[in-house]
């Protein structure tokens, strides 16, 4: 037999299923389960298949279930970030909102460089039934579908309208999921009768297929001109990305760096690539960065960008290279983000290929004894400012570094830090201290506020065997926690640290500098204004609510012992097999060190505020710093 009788929807599962990603020895299933929230839309195609597979051949493909579509393809992009995009996941959801409810989620992917398949049903291809219920009508093109707008969102999207089109449209999502230059959200539409309707299906497309994980080497007259720039440096800096984490590089990178003497800043994704007290880690290095990375990027000569996307927060809106001189040396598998900010030493190449070769190149080079010193000496200064932000004040209700500085103190070097959005992102980038290369997971290419749970359920199912530490504001909780809901019914241990502070506190904050005056984030009852900056916070109780899905909560009560008391419920949380939520409240007033990085931001250049007008002034001042071109 050569072929058999299949829907497409049971083919293209099947197909999924023998999907294997290789890296040298190493081999794992490229898709390593389907996440489904079904409706009319794919319930008979998708979910009929799946439930078909699991019949015939138990275990084949693991189908998991969700309460949120967008929380689907977080948790695909939490787990392909701790496989270093080897693996992902499926998300199938069903016509019109469903579908739809994956746009922020595909967006994400895409932002972040990170792989997730999306199985959005679509309306009828036949046009038999038209309109489909939640179908989207557009009277100038009537083809037009909700699915469409997954097109500028995603690497690869293709829409199957008739059965045979499944092969090649399967075969290139699958060249785009495994590619490190090209990943990020894949789309395949399936029109919801197209699902179900049989073709013959060769039996070679459902046999275990491996996709070969490529890993360039740098070109010889590239290494070369990138190995000239170094030597000749007096004070250059490496900047960490994803990168490096993605290629496995941070053995590499931690070779180089001793060999040479270069001092590593690490942007949000590359936190992790040097542990927090090695000799030659700044720190991170940016907008949200450390004092010393920051100064050392002032005054770098040459800056080797190693897997990095210099986004607005790593350059701090360009004013973080500050030397008129200053080289870039670009190292990445993506010729897009190599040649960023002007470059003309860009390394087309796999990090960790690259790295081993400048290694080589680069025997006998060392940074001079006294710029090492200097570093070392600010570094000292700034480790024993974190060490007084971390320290508990007594304070009724305490700042969000101590906060931070309690779940450090409780948590094992592997364990994994969450979080994406907010000013916690900000102030675990300058004070976090990590201990292990996959540690620090801060999802901050699209900074999604909601990504947090689900994103560290991502993190448990591709790591079960360490504790994954959630740190969310009442903001981003807000905006998605159903997944608390998954945890439960899956008996999947993550540990929430739900911090309270009655608004937006980054948000907030930034407000106050740009002359809004706070406007609008605080949580407040509407007062006769229709404002909502009056006293008396909104009598809503997050501990009960959490609650209530099932999970384990400890209601950490403002008190001068909190931060003690918030100690103990960690380890209390740590201790369990159960997903354990920790409320605690903060004070959003309480800021963390500056780190002496900015961010642009623009403040009204008319205004009737006096406070804007303030705020202009100053950002005029910092803007003057700002360079329009960095390479």
């Not at 959005?120 to 039934?129: E, I, L, N, Q």
Request: net charge negative; glycine share 10%.
């Amino acid at each position: 037999m050569t072929t058999r009788r299949m829907t497409v929807s049971q083919a293209l599962v099947e197909f999924l299923a023998h999907q294997w990603t290789v890296d040298g020895d190493h081999r794992e299933r490229t898709i390593a389960g389907t996440f489904g929230i079904f409706g009319h839309g794919n319930v008979a195609g998708v979910g009929q298949a799946l439930k078909q597979l699991d019949h015939d051949q138990p275990g084949l493909m693991p189908y998991y279930q969700a309460r949120n579509e967008q929380a689907m393809v977080h948790q695909s992009v939490g787990y392909a970030r701790m496989r270093r995009r080897l693996g992902t996941m499926a998300s199938a959801a069903s016509v019109g909102p469903g579908a739809a409810n994956m746009l922020t989620g595909a967006a994400l992917a895409t932002a972040n460089r990170l792989p997730a398949l999306l199985l959005p049903s679509d309306t009828f291809a036949t046009r038999v039934a038209d309109p489909v219920l939640q179908q989207l009508e557009l009277p100038h093109d009537t083809g037009v579908t909700v699915n469409d707008a997954f097109r500028p969102l995603s690497r690869f999207f293709d829409r199957v309208q008739r059965p045979e089109q499944l092969y090649s449209i399967a075969l290139q999502a699958m060249r785009v999921l495994t590619d490190p230059a090209e990943t990020g959200a894949v789309t395949i539409a399936l029109p919801e009768d197209v699902q179900a309707e049989a073709l013959d299906v060769p039996i070679a497309f459902l046999q275990d297929r491996e996709w070969h994980l490529r890993r360039p080497l740098p070109e010889r007259g590239a290494l070369d001109r990138a190995v000239a720039a170094i030597r000749s440096a007096s004070r250059p800096l490496i900047v960490a990305g994803g990168g490096v984490l993605y290629s496995g590089a941070e053995d590499a990178l931690r070779e180089l760096a001793e060999a040479t003497g270069i001092p590593v800043g690490s942007t949000q994704a590359g936190g992790g690539s040097l542990v927090w007290d090695h000799p030659q880690y700044l720190g991170g290095v940016g907008a949200t960065g450390s004092m010393p990375a920051n100064r050392a990027a002032a005054e770098a000569d040459v800056v080797i960008g190693i897997g990095t996307r210099y986004s607005d927060f790593t350059t701090a809106s360009r004013t973080a290279f500050q030397n008129p001189d200053v080289v870039f040396v670009n190292i990445n598998v993506a010729s897009f983000d190599a040649y960023k900010h002007g470059s003309q030493l860009p390394v087309i190449a796999d990090a960790r290929e690259t790295l081993l070769a400048l290694r080589r190149e680069l025997a006998g080079y060392r940074v001079e004894d006294t710029f090492a010193a200097e570093l070392r000496r600010l570094t000292s200064e700034w480790n024993a400012t974190v060490d007084t932000a971390f320290a508990a004040s007594g304070a009724e209700v305490p700042g969000q570094s101590e906060i931070i500085g309690a779940v450090q103190s409780a948590t094992d070097p592997r364990d994994v830090v969450v979080q994406a959005a907010g000013s916690l992102p900000g102030d675990l980038h300058k004070l976090w201290r990590v201990r292990d290369a996959l540690g620090y997971h801060v999802e901050y290419a699209f900074s999604c506020m909601g990504y947090e749970i689900a994103g560290g359920l991502g993190v448990k199912r591709a790591a079960p065997d360490r504790d994954v530490i959630v740190m969310v504001g009442d903001g981003s909780y807000l905006m998605l926690h159903t997944e608390l809901v998954t945890a439960v019914a899956e008996g999947i241990k993550i540990i929430v640290v739900l911090i309270q502070n009655h608004g937006y506190a980054s948000i907030g904050h930034l407000s106050e500098t740009i002359g809004s005056e706070r406007y609008g984030t605080r949580y407040r009852r509407q007062d006769a204004e229709h404002g909502f900056d009056g006293a008396e916070v909104l009598p809503i109780d997050l501990a009960a609510n959490a609650r209530s899905y099932g999970v384990d909560v400890i209601d950490v009560t403002p008190g001068r012992d909190a931060i003690d008391r918030l100690r103990a419920a960690l380890a209390e949380a740590k201790a369990s097999d159960r997903t354990t939520l920790i409320h605690i409240n903060s004070d959003p007033l309480d800021y963390s060190p500056d780190g002496e990085g900015w961010w642009d931001v623009p403040v009204a250049e008319a205004s009737t505020l006096a406070t804007t007008h303030e705020a202009r002034e100053r950002y005029e001042e910092a803007r003057a710093h700002q360079r329009p071109l960095l390479g």
